[in-house]
């Protein structure tokens, strides 16, 4: 992967501007939701006021893992891929490029988003009713689940080839542990939520949301911890795919 690769990747985000609209949602979702839980008091007794700011984050991410996955999936929808590849023999570099770029816009999105949720939360929300929470060192935990998911709809991206079952398939995995129900599915539900990115957000931000008997007692780090190691099996599994494939 050279500096070159990086900056083409860059070029074509922004020659595309339906690619810069997932990540304009996401950095504003977190910031909005805040204001509308300030202003309708939208809280659980037990939440925190960290946790009510950052309740649009799961929507957020959920935005930011498909926009990943459209990166490629619009190449390979396209045909443009195809050049590029002849180009690029070493197709682990194209990828690494992507990932790069990716993953770098996704960190942006989320430093910016969390940190304005959390600072027009603090203000929004009652402080005399809910607990502060504590914002560090958790909201770097938070921070990272964004190029985390960006990654992995990357990944899912060149696996599938498809922009709708590549964002069909990140949506559900982000999605469904948040629909599913602890009444239906019982202690079950707790092993669903395990890997779920959301619930690395409810944990770390100390939402009501996360509490032990919802989604278990494991913690928000080692809950992230698994997500990254998820997110790189994806990105390997990207790799041999993209190097077996004929394009």
Known sequence: MTTAQVHAELIKLRSLRSLWLPPAAALLLPPLTAVIVGLTGSMEAGDTVLGGSLTGAPMALTVIAAWGALVVTTEFGSGTIRPVLAATPQRGALLRAKAVVVAGVAALV????IT????????????????????????????????????????VGVVLRSSVGAVAAVTAHLVLPQ??????LGDLHKWVTVIA???????????????????GTLGG?????LVLAGVLGALVAAQRVLDRADL
Do not use: H, M, N
């Not at 203000?123 to 992995?152: Q, T």
């Not at 629909?179 to 239906?184: K, M, P, R």
């Open 221 to 225: 780090w080692p809950r992230l911890g």
């Open 197 to 215: 990115p959301s619930t690395v957000v409810a944990k770390l931000a100390q939402s009501a949301d996360a509490a032990p008997e919802l989604v």
């Open 116 to 155: 304005t949720a959390w600072l027009i939360g603090g203000v929004a929300i009652d402080s005399a009713k809910y607990a502060a929470g504590e914002p560090f060192p958790g909201l770097i935990g938070i921070y990272c689940c964004f190029p985390a998911v960006a990654l992995l709809g990357l990944a």
């Open 110 to 113: 989320s430093a910016v988003s």
């Open 179 to 184: 629909l599913t129900a602890a009444q239906v």
